[in-house]
């Protein structure tokens, strides 16, 4: 049971993750201001999920030590968040 759970975990963190990325590249060909802006606010609602499953990771043993992805993954927030702001007041 505890493997599938782990897995469920693993799971979510995957689609996440990869969801920031792929979301930004659309944003790079937003067919407009409000398109792009979007298109980032739904990454960065991705970030947030991706910040929860590995705050999970954290607080559990089966999982290495997800710290340094932490750190990663809220530097990333905050650019993209950076950019979200920018884009709005231009």
């Known amino acids: 049971m505890q493997d599938i759970k782990k897995f469920v975990v693993a799971n979510q963190l995957l689609k996440s993750g990869t969801s920031i990325g792929a979301n930004i590249r659309e944003a790079q060909?937003?067919?407009?201001?409000?398109?792009?802006?979007?298109?980032?606010?739904?990454s960065a609602k991705e970030i947030e999920e991706t910040i929860y499953w590995l705050e999970l990771c954290k607080f559990s043993n089966n999982y290495p030590n997800v710290d340094e992805l932490l750190e990663q993954i809220n530097n990333i927030s905050r650019i993209a968040n950076k950019i979200i702001i920018t884009s709005k007041q231009k």
């Open 29 to 42: 060909n937003a067919e407009s201001k409000a398109d792009f802006i979007h298109k980032f606010k739904i």
